[in-house]
């Protein structure tokens, strides 16, 4: 029975290197290891043994078995490798073929800018605060120490609504109305001083001018405006080159030139030094190394007077900048009008919010 | 400003800078200056040539040969073509060798076979501003004063070796409006003296003979002087010269001077015709309504009562500080003038000038208050004694003062510590005090609380208060010195108000949704609204009109967002992007009935879409926007707010389609809507199907109202899912089957939704097929298919007795 079941296995073996197929190769398994297979024929014969060999050649049997069943299973696990490898090769596709566009929207540029500067001065501890669009004069002109017939309102013409309602020119009334609204809440309260602020304000303002390249009847600002005991003008300085150095990079310098703003003194224009050249002067800065960023300066005590802050124990702070001039400057954009032309192949450029 | 180096150099000792490093200086401290015009545009070796004859060129009518005398030793034969030539005069001429700008060389010539030796110029030709030259000296040669010495080098001769600095004044500095200001100025940022004269005398202190009288509250000072046996004529070279270069035109040398004297200690003057002011009298007075004036430029103007006029007694003479009148004018006539200096109410001269159109050098010097009150008497000597001695006349006597309200020195008090803690800096009590002094203000040499007593000079009237003196100490100090620091303070919270992050968000989420933000104007055109069916909306055609538009497109403030956003729908079809998907966040405007009253001012979320809109792979056909696209963007908006319970009902509106739009409630709070554009909408904006959308930002803060987001345990217990699908007339809305099944199903009904939907062929006409998956779930236990099937059961008859639906297989 030793050579019988030897002689099996090594044709059992040398069949199995034949079969070709996961069928073929079932039914090898069903012809020798099957119920009816011929291993189990073999079985069968054992009673014929006697009881010492019975044993040992059942042990025979299970090991012919065993080493079958493995050969017969390598031979499937090959198989089934082969076949998924054939079906994964069937299954490729060209992964260079554009994806199922999910439509992406575009967060318009101006808006982009004011969320970034709105950021920057939440995290400096900042509030925003908004106001109407459609001011009062007094607001707007007379509370930013700009009375009737002050010079000054040449510096901005003016869309007027009645004479005494007009089109904000600058979101500088939102410094008269945050100051005033803390002012009257301390009164309710009873307390003896008003709360310090410290506020960015942005927002559409609007001036009489013809629509060209640089110039827009309507565009944005973004006010700032502290107030505090103990402010000074280095605390603008400050304040104002962390804001530059967040929005521009953080090599850059700020540098103050007087200027003049009615509600403000001593007033300051604010230059950052040219994102272009770093400051070694070229065409964008007109060689100057320099670039203006806002306008600012120190609250005029008249300011604070009016909207209810002693100047003798209060002072502040404050700017403002045009959202659109930095936009063009940051996105190199050269006509303003693109900002409220809304070409989608222009603002499909912002898809990319960072 | 504009400011002439050499007259400059008159003043002040500035040679050892040039402009550019000067401009610097003053740029830096606060008048910037970046215009710096060479008048000398490129003339070198012109000079001054004697005309000693000139005959008929014999081939040319046109032109004439010449003889020169340029001072090189022998006259030159030069060809010229103006008309003007002629034996004697002194004219510009170019030698050979020289150049004239555009780099022209002289080069020795033919015209038309006759050498030439050179050029006689023109004044365009030299390169000067013939806008301020008289008519005669602009045609042809420019022909110079007889005295002119010959061989001289033009540019030298007709001062054109200078450059002019342009000063960019802010409104608050109308003090360096002359060159006293500028040279206050400069003498302060460099430390250098001032070598002006400022005081004149009067030759007797016999009054002059005049009345001057001050009717109105209008002028606070007025001063007179008479200047007699005059002759009026062409003013001298350097006169003019200096005039041309800070951009006035020369006239004669009365108004020249007045002129000169404006620029030179910023008091505007003005010279009457003695012999044409009745009585002697010069009366200040406010017009009446209706009277006429004909001014210097010869229009006739109609005056009112709140312009300030000088009158005589018969007649009004001219506009106080705005122009003067032609029947008073100097003219070649005049022997006896009297001169007018004074101080003009800054609001009715400018209120005047603005009225009549007119807007005069004077007039822009009175109108910013920044008159040195204390300058107007020693203005009117300097001109009087000036014109005395370039016309040849006598001044009479000591002027006529006239004062109605006297102006008194500004007085400050200021310590170093306000100076220091104001401005974050570290300056020392002699610096601050150095400063000061520089700029000409006198500081009292003792101390009142530990104060410097500041005296402020009334050449500055706008220094007022404390934080006047500062400025004006940081300026010259520097701004550059001011450190950087961080308010100090306590820490104040800061952030976004909840509306402003809800704005941020339902932005973030529509972008995120596939849409484009776009920003539009507020100003709307009056028909905006009638193409859109809506011109008799109440509501939205009652808008704020602004009083002077720039054009009637924006007019009036909008009332809807709508035109805002086809007209930007408009602008990307005619640059054929024709699938649109776009939104804006922007503000609408509604007249409070009181018209003292601010409007209402809302906050709207608009989109609009147009063509294709979705995701499309590569080889799928782009989907057309339809109405559930569009739905399901707003929902997704609503839900990403968290507002949930949103119903949607259908309703007809103007502007848009009757069965193809929703408005959006969250209970009895009314939302916005959603739907496609009326038909006839699309059809007057040439535009294929498009759907728009409107929330109201108000609307949506008030359905968060009270909103927590609380998580309830996940289920411990199956659910069951059990589907319906009925058969129903083609009008009854979904929505309210909905409403049907979660009250008919009872409380173990977890949720249902509408999974499916069938009208067309496979269902009878009429008829469509709504298919409900209802998830049942009890949270004690394990559900019963008998209990479920209960209470499946009665839907199902709920719907047939509601609806008259029909089980579908």
Not at chain 2, 152 to 169: F, H, P, T
Not at chain 2, 256 to 285: C, W, Y
């Given at each position: 029975m030793r050579e019988q079941l030897q002689g099996l296995k090594e044709q059992a073996l040398t069949d199995l290197q034949g079969q070709e197929s996961l069928q073929a190769l079932g039914d090898w398994k069903v012809k020798y290891l099957g119920k009816k297979g011929e291993l189990t024929a073999i079985l069968r014969g054992m009673g014929s043994l006697s009881a010492e060999e019975r044993p040992v050649i059942g042990q025979l049997v299970n090991e012919v078995r065993d080493e079958l069943e493995a050969a017969h299973d390598e031979k499937e696990a090959a198989f089934k490798r082969a076949e998924r490898n054939k079906r994964l090769a069937e299954e490729a596709v060209d992964v260079t073929l554009p994806g199922r566009a999910v439509p992406v929207g575009s967060e318009h540029p101006l808006n982009q800018l004011i969320r970034d500067v709105e950021d920057i001065f939440i995290g400096l501890g900042f509030s925003v605060a908004e106001g109407p669009e459609v001011e009062f004069d007094y607001f707007n002109f007379e509370a930013m120490n700009v009375p009737k017939n002050h010079p000054a309102r040449d510096m901005q013409d003016t869309f007027y609504v009645t004479e005494e309602i007009l089109m904000r020119t600058q979101t500088s009334p939102m410094q008269a109305r945050v100051m005033g609204e803390k002012a009257a809440e301390a009164r309710a309260k009873g307390q003896q001083y008003p709360d310090p602020i410290r506020i960015i304000s942005p927002g559409r303002v609007y001036r009489r001018d013809d629509d060209d390249a640089t110039h827009s009847h309507a565009f944005m600002q973004i006010e700032g405006l502290v107030v505090d005991r103990n402010i000074r003008m280095s605390d603008l300085k400050g304040t104002l080159l962390t804001f530059a150095r967040e929005i521009f990079g953080d090599g850059v310098q700020v540098r103050l030139r007087p200027s003049y703003f009615p509600f403000t003194e001593p007033s300051t224009e604010v230059d950052a030094t040219c994102h272009n050249c770093g400051g070694s002067g070229c065409r964008t800065c007109k060689g100057t190394g320099w670039i203006e960023i806002l306008g600012a300066g120190m609250v005029h005590p008249s300011v604070l007077e009016m909207a209810g802050y002693d100047p003798t124990v209060f002072s502040g702070f404050a700017f403002g900048m045009g959202v659109e001039r930095t936009a063009m400057r940051r996105y190199a954009i050269e006509d303003i009008r693109g900002f409220y032309q809304n070409d989608v192949r222009l603002m499909q450029n912002f898809k990319s919010r960072m | 400003m504009k400011i002439s180096y050499q007259w400059l150099n008159d003043y002040i000792d500035v040679a050892d800078l040039t402009p550019q490093q000067l401009g610097d200086k003053l740029t830096e401290a606060g008048i910037p200056v970046e215009v710096f015009t060479e008048l000398n545009q490129g003339i070198t070796g012109v000079v001054v040539g004697h005309v000693l004859e000139t005959r008929q060129h014999e081939n040319a009518d046109k032109l004439r040969v010449c003889t020169i005398d340029a001072g090189t030793g022998e006259n030159l034969q030069i060809v010229c073509g103006a008309p003007n030539v002629a034996p004697g005069q002194k004219v510009p001429c170019a030698v050979v060798g020289s150049e004239l700008p555009g780099d022209f060389k002289i080069k020795k010539a033919k015209l038309r076979g006759?050498?030439?030796?050179?050029?006689?110029?023109?004044?365009?030709?030299?390169?000067?501003?013939?806008?301020?030259?008289?008519?005669?000296?602009?045609?042809?040669?420019?022909?110079?004063?007889?005295?002119?010495?010959?061989?001289?080098?033009?540019?030298?001769?007709?001062?054109?070796?200078?450059?002019?600095?342009?000063?960019?004044?802010?409104?608050?500095?109308?003090?360096?409006?002359?060159?006293?200001?500028?040279?206050?100025?400069?003498?302060?940022?460099?430390?250098?003296?001032?070598?002006?004269?400022?005081?004149?005398?009067?030759?007797?202190?016999?009054?002059?003979?005049?009345?001057?009288?001050?009717?109105?509250?209008?002028?606070?000072?007025?001063?007179?002087?008479?200047?007699?046996?005059?002759?009026?004529?062409?003013?001298?070279?350097?006169?003019?010269?200096?005039?041309?270069?800070?951009?006035?035109?020369?006239?004669?040398?009365?108004?020249?001077?007045?002129?000169?004297?404006?620029?030179?200690?910023?008091?505007?003057?003005?010279?009457?015709?003695?012999?044409?002011?009745?009585?002697?009298?010069?009366?200040?007075?406010?017009?009446?309504?209706?009277?006429?004036?004909?001014?210097?430029?010869?229009?006739?103007?109609?005056?009112?009562?709140?312009?300030?006029?000088?009158?005589?007694?018969?007649?009004?003479?001219?506009?106080?500080?705005?122009?003067?009148?032609?029947?008073?004018?100097?003219?070649?006539?005049?022997?006896?003038?009297?001169?007018?200096?004074?101080?003009?109410?800054p609001g009715t001269t400018r209120k005047t000038g603005k009225a009549l159109g007119l807007f005069s050098e004077a007039q822009k010097r009175f109108e910013k208050g920044m008159i040195d009150q204390g300058m107007i008497t020693n203005a009117l000597l300097r001109a009087a004694l000036l014109i005395a001695e370039l016309a040849g006349g006598e001044v009479v006597g000591a002027p006529v003062e006239v004062v109605k309200a006297a102006a008194e020195p500004n007085v400050l008090d200021l310590t170093l510590e306000r100076v220091n803690d104001y401005l974050g800096t570290e300056i020392s009590d002699d610096e601050m005090v150095d400063v000061l002094t520089r700029l000409g203000f006198q500081v009292s040499g003792f101390k009142v609380d530990g104060a410097h007593r500041v005296t402020v000079p009334t050449r500055r009237p706008d220094i007022v208060r404390d934080v006047d003196l500062i400025e004006e100490i940081a300026r010259i100090y520097g701004y550059d010195k001011i450190p950087a620091t961080l308010p100090q303070g306590e820490l104040i919270r800061g952030g976004l108000t909840p509306e402003q992050r809800l704005r941020r968000h339902v932005r973030e989420l529509l972008i995120n949704s596939g849409l484009t933000e776009v920003i539009t104007y507020t100003f709307q055109s009056p028909a905006a609204l009638d193409r859109l069916g809506l011109a008799d909306d109440e509501q939205l055609s009652n808008r704020l009109a602004l009083m002077h538009p720039m054009s009637e497109e924006r007019s009036v403030l909008r009332t809807h967002m709508l035109p805002s956003l086809l007209e930007v729908v408009e602008y990307n079809r005619n640059r054929k992007t024709n699938d649109l998907a776009l939104f804006e966040v922007g503000r609408v405007f509604f007249p409070d009935n009181d018209p003292a009253q601010l409007p209402t001012e809302r906050t709207r979320i608009s989109g609009i879409f147009t063509g294709n809109f979705g995701p499309v792979g590569i080889g799928e056909k782009p989907r057309a926007v339809d109405f559930f696209a569009v739905k399901g963007v707003v929902e997704n908006v609503l839900a990403g707010l968290g507002i949930d319970g949103v119903t949607y009902s259908a309703v007809e509106m103007a502007s848009m389609h009757p069965g193809r739009t929703a408005d959006i409630w969250k209970g009895d709070i009314f939302l916005g809507y959603v739907g496609a554009l009326h038909p006839e909408v699309e059809e007057a904006c040439d535009l294929p199907p498009t759907y728009y959308f409107q929330l109201h930002l108000e609307s949506l803060m008030q359905a968060r109202e009270g909103r927590e987001v609380t998580v309830a345990a996940l289920p411990k217990f199956p659910a069951m899912e059990r589907d319906i699908a009925v058969l129903v007339d083609v009008n009854i809305p979904a929505g309210h089957m909905l409403g049907t099944i979660n009250s008919a199903a009872g409380d173990l009904l977890e949720s249902a939704r509408v999974f499916d939907f069938y009208q067309g062929p496979q269902v009878p006409a009429g008829k469509k097929s709504v298919a409900f998956r209802l998830v049942y779930r009890s949270p004690e236990r394990t559900l019963t298919d008998e209990e479920v099937s209960e209470r499946h059961n009665n839907v199902l008859e709920a719907l047939k007795a509601g609806y008259g639906a029909e089980l579908r297989a």
């Open positions: - | 006759v050498e030439s030796q050179g050029m006689l110029c023109s004044a365009k030709e030299l390169g000067m501003d013939v806008k301020l030259l008289p008519k005669e000296q602009t045609e042809g040669l420019y022909i110079l004063p007889g005295d002119a010495p010959v061989g001289a080098d033009i540019a030298d001769y007709l001062r054109l070796n200078d450059v002019v600095m342009e000063l960019e004044l802010t409104p608050n500095r109308a003090d360096a409006l002359n060159y006293r200001g500028v040279v206050y100025e400069i003498a302060a940022i460099l430390g250098r003296e001032v070598k002006m004269v400022e005081e004149f005398n009067a030759p007797h202190a016999t009054p002059t003979p005049v009345t001057v009288k001050i009717e109105s509250d209008n002028c606070t000072k007025y001063s007179a002087l008479v200047v007699k046996g005059l002759t009026v004529a062409e003013s001298p070279l350097w006169l003019q010269a200096k005039l041309l270069a800070v951009g006035v035109r020369p006239i004669n040398n009365v108004v020249d001077v007045t002129n000169f004297v404006m620029f030179e200690l910023g008091q505007p003057l003005h010279a009457f015709d003695l012999s044409k002011v009745a009585d002697d009298t010069i009366i200040v007075r406010q017009a009446q309504d209706g009277e006429t004036h004909v001014t210097l430029d010869g229009v006739e103007r109609t005056l009112d009562s709140s312009m300030l006029v000088i009158a005589d007694p018969e007649k009004v003479i001219g506009l106080a500080g705005v122009m003067g009148g032609e029947n008073s004018e100097v003219d070649s006539n005049t022997t006896t003038i009297v001169l007018e200096s004074a101080y003009f109410d």
